[in-house]
């Protein structure tokens, strides 16, 4: 079993559509928790981060942890095209050079 | 003006080869870090130098061996390339500062193809 696992699988929505996508993981040490859209033929780039438990909302983009259940979430409200991406969940215990623990990743498609 | 470069961007070569993939960062950190993404896309860390030092290494094959002359390069030397090789490698930085801005920006990846 992975540390960190992702689901759900390949997602295909209507454009505006709010989208959610989680996590679980194992590793009750893990702190902080990120989000990274890879495009395709691209490397990831940071969407978001959140330390710790709790809710942060960036534009049309909110995080969500639950440290008690070892769960967090990335909702996307009014998907756009420009949002067709994988999403890869990853986390570590520590920030700067702590080694970080990536998802599976999920590929998105934002359907116009 | 990139800020994590990697060369070559592709890569095809035969078994057994022998091959390099180098990284560059003009970001100033000084810490740098190799990932492998599999065919299923699953993002894993190898390596990671900090100040050219290793200070990260996962249970990787010796036949991949890493090397930071200075700690803006981070290149990555396979030996003996075999099939399973074959995969996208990711070249990463990041700043030990301990910030909350210390994430870890990647480059654009290299395609290794080993045939």
């Known amino acids: 079993q992975k540390e960190v696992e992702q689901d759900p699988g390949p997602l295909s929505v209507p454009e505006g559509a709010i989208v959610s996508l989680n996590c679980t993981y194992s590793n009750s040490a893990f702190q902080y928790f990120m989000w990274y859209r890879q495009y395709s033929r691209k490397g990831p780039e940071l969407l978001m981060y959140?330390?710790?438990?709790g809710n942060k909302e960036d534009g049309r983009f909110t995080a969500q942890v639950d440290k008690s259940s070892k769960y967090i979430s990335l909702f996307i409200r009014d998907s756009q095209p420009s949002d067709s991406a994988t999403y890869l969940c990853?986390?570590?215990?520590?920030?700067?050079?702590?080694?970080?623990?990536f998802g599976t990743g999920t590929r998105l498609t934002i359907i116009p | 003006d990139t800020a994590v470069s990697q060369t070559p961007k592709y890569l095809v070569t035969q078994m057994g080869n022998d091959k390099s993939i180098k990284c560059e960062q003009n970001?100033?950190?000084?810490?740098m870090y190799w990932y492998k993404q599999d065919s299923k896309k699953f993002l894993k860390i190898m390596f990671s130098y900090n100040n050219k030092e290793l200070i990260i290494n996962e249970t990787v094959p010796n036949r991949f061996s890493p090397k930071s002359p200075d700690k803006a390069h981070l290149n990555l030397h396979i030996n003996s390339l075999e099939l399973g090789d074959s995969a996208v490698y990711f070249c990463?930085?990041?700043?030990?500062?301990?910030?909350?801005?210390?994430?870890?920006?990647f480059g654009p990846g290299t395609r290794l193809t080993v045939l």
């Open positions: 990853a986390m570590s215990e520590g920030f700067g050079n702590e080694k970080l623990t």
């Open positions: 959140t330390y710790s438990s």
């Open positions: 990463a930085s990041s700043s030990l500062a301990g910030t909350s801005t210390d994430t870890q920006y």
């Open positions: 970001l100033g950190h000084d810490t």
